[in-house]
């Protein structure tokens, strides 16, 4: 075959020479193709492993703060409220409800004292709280209402949003406004706290 391109005339020769040099370009650009995007594909991985990163380095920090957030155990019994009446152990509650909400970035609205005899004749105090935020607020509130050291309960939350997306382009968050019934045990009937 060699032999016979030699013996080819200029013309043929030259279009062979161009069809090979075709065929070597081509072949280079996908070779440099398939490493561009080998590189990408590359890229993609570690930058969703450093989202994923991020994403874990946050729900550690929230871990820390809400063991922060959590009210001084009774030295007596850890799961229940102290305090000297329900007046005291409801502002408490108050307070500590007004640092967790401000703290994940939400605004109390209203809050109103609950107190009910629970199982056993046992009294339970607690709060029935409106606040609004966002999704986050929402999710770090109940779960440093659910992680209390004394033990709180919620017993009801209803969730309604705000939002209301005027366009398809906007992918603005969700504003929600929760009420949350919690309660925590305030000792037995006719003893003393």
């Known amino acids: 075959m060699l032999t ?7 013309r043929t020769q030259r279009i ?18 398939m490493a561009v995007t080998s590189l990408y594909s590359g890229y993609t991985a570690i930058d969703e492993k450093r989202a994923l990163l991020g994403k874990l380095e946050a729900i550690s ?8 957030q959590l009210l001084p155990e009774n030295d007596g019994n850890p799961m229940l409220l102290s305090g000297e009446n ?5 502002a408490a509650l108050q307070s500590w409800l007004q ?3 401000g703290t994940a970035g939400g605004q109390i609205n209203s809050v109103n004292n609950v107190s009910e005899t629970g199982e ?24 440093s209402i659910e992680n209390n050291q004394p033990r709180l309960f919620i017993k009801e939350v209803v969730l ?33 706290l």
Do not use: C, W
């Not at 016979?4 to 200029?10: D, E, G, R, V, Y």
């Not at 004749?121 to 109940?142: C, D, P, W």
């Open 86 to 90: 329900e007046a005291v152990m409801s």
């Open 160 to 192: 309604n949003s705000t939002y209301q997306q005027t366009s398809a382009e906007e992918n603005l968050p969700a504003e929600l406004t929760a009420t949350i019934v919690f309660l925590g045990a305030s000792g037995a009937p006719g003893k003393p």
């Open 16 to 33: 062979v020479a161009l069809v090979f040099a075709v065929v070597m370009v081509a072949g280079l650009a996908v070779v440099i193709q």
């Open 4 to 10: 016979s391109l030699m013996n080819a005339t200029n």
């Open 99 to 101: 640092d967790v909400v």
């Open 61 to 68: 920090a929230a871990g820390v703060s809400f063991e922060a």
């Open 120 to 143: 056993n004749g046992i009294r339970m105090i607690g709060l029935r709280a409106n606040l609004s935020g966002s999704m986050e607020v929402v999710h770090r509130t109940i779960a």
